[in-house]
């Protein structure tokens, strides 16, 4: 959904209220804290707030209990704006931008950001083990360079052996994507990860010739290495497709956010994650809400 549409959709809260009804209880509203199906409108009767009133627990509630809007203070057509701008970014977007944009302070834009980032967390986590051919590898990214300790070396290098964070990803061949940062980049952690997001049985995982992949690949029925020292592709054995991954990532990481802090690193490979899992999708704002208002 582009901001024009939103615009024309969602001109009043009570419409934005309606949408999220509309899409979290099909119809058949339902208490978020017992569960129960009789529930009546609240004896306010406000409308710009829709509350509703359970007739077992007693409680009052909105349709924004338990979800990335619960407890806000801004409006949801302001909430739809942030979201339909960082969404429509593919190599994502800066909270200081959508704060001029839309004349919102940056630390809120920056918290209503990470609470959709956590949504898109979720996300990943419920997605299937990948399958078939998958391509696995893994990124430096996140932090700055280490000061160089030698005059030749004052603008430091931008790979191994930086500040940056490690992040191990693995992506099904025409299917989603799957990564998350480690500590530290040994077998261990890549056979965690892989055994986690991977499905061992009748799977061709493909890697580089890093020794840290030769353990953790033996888990598999078939596998297969592309030595990138010497050429990118044999016929179908290559890693291209997690490398144009990467790439997006790096988008994201060096040209909008340009560093990521150690703590929340996690939640902005979620946010390319999602991306790329639901770049077909025919409207990712609608998936998007529909996965905010179900956590």
């Known amino acids: 959904m582009n901001i024009l549409e939103l615009f024309q959709t969602f001109q009043t809260q009570e419409q934005c209220l309606d949408y ?80 001029r944009d839309l004349g919102i302070r940056q630390p809120t834009v920056w918290s209503m950001m990470h609470r959709a980032r956590v949504a898109m967390a979720v996300d990943q986590k419920a997605q299937e083990l990948l399958y078939g051919i998958v391509e696995t590898d893994d990124a430096f990214i996140g932090g700055k360079p280490k000061k160089p300790n030698k005059k030749s070396d004052r603008k430091g290098k931008r790979g191994r052996g930086t500040e940056k964070t490690c992040v191990i990803g693995a992506v099904e061949r025409g299917g989603k994507v799957k990564a998350q940062p480690v500590t530290e980049l040994n077998s ?24 840290a992949y030769n353990k953790p690949l033996g888990a598999f029925d078939k596998s297969a290495r592309i030595d990138h020292s010497t050429q ?27 560093q990521y802090s150690v703590k929340l690193i996690g939640l902005y490979i979620s946010e390319s994650c999602f991306k790329y899992n639901h770049r077909k999708a025919h409207s990712l704002f609608d998936y998007f809400v529909a996965r905010a208002v179900s956590i």
């Open 20 to 99: 999220l009804e509309a899409i979290r209880w099909r119809g058949e509203p339902q208490c978020p804290y017992c569960d129960s199906k009789k529930v009546c409108r609240h004896a306010s009767n406000d409308r710009a707030n829709q509350r509703w009133q359970c007739q077992d627990c007693h409680k009052a509630f909105a349709v924004t209990v338990g979800t990335i809007f619960h407890r806000t203070h801004k409006p949801l057509q302001q909430w739809f704006l942030v979201l339909a701008l960082m969404l429509n970014a593919k190599k994502s977007v800066s909270s200081h931008q959508i704060s």
């Open 188 to 211: 261990t952690s890549i056979s965690e990860f892989l055994s986690k997001t991977v499905d061992t049985v009748g799977t061709m995982v493909m890697a580089d010739q890093l020794p």
């Open 232 to 258: 990118y592709v044999d016929g179908m054995i290559h890693t291209n497709t997690i490398e144009g991954f990467w790439s997006l990532v790096k988008r994201a990481w060096y040209g909008t956010h340009h």
